[in-house]
């Protein structure tokens, strides 16, 4: 079982504090003894964002850890985040704006998901339900 994870659930256990940090570290912990943990590009390029975050320790996190780096984008991976982004945005366009506007890269996480893993594991499952139906969940709404 190969189990993609979203930047806000490894930033919820950096954070430590945070409400969901000991859900995070469960999560993690479940999926990880069920097999193989990996982030796409897109959720390492969001990670560096965090207040502090440096390649290296990022690296290192990562080496602790065990969480596979996955850099090796299949083809079907770039489609089906066109292809899911382009319906988000005609859905937005014809409700005027009703819901969120999601960012491309929530659909490249998706996708690498979709295509490269078994499930995904976020603390964001809004964009993932509605446009990524037959993607196996692994997630919790915080709220």
Request: no cysteine; net charge neutral.
């Amino acid at each position: 079982m190969r189990t993609a994870i979203d930047s806000n659930v490894i930033s919820a256990v950096w954070s430590g504090g945070e409400p969901m940090a000991s859900k995070a570290v469960e999560r993690l912990g479940t999926a990880g003894s069920e097999g193989a943990l990996l982030i796409s590009p897109f959720v390492f390029s969001e990670l560096l964002a965090y207040p502090g975050a440096t390649v290296p320790a990022l690296q290192k996190f990562l080496n602790d850890t065990g969480i596979t780096f996955d850099l090796k984008l299949d083809e079907q991976v770039w489609i089906e985040a066109g292809l899911r982004f382009a319906r988000h945005a005609k859905r937005r366009k014809r409700s005027i704006g009703s819901g969120p506007r999601r960012v491309l890269a929530d659909f490249l996480i998706g996708a690498h998901a979709l295509v490269q893993a078994d499930r995904l594991l976020t603390f964001d499952p809004t964009v993932y339900r509605q446009d990524f139906p037959e993607l196996h969940p692994l997630w919790d709404n915080p709220k």
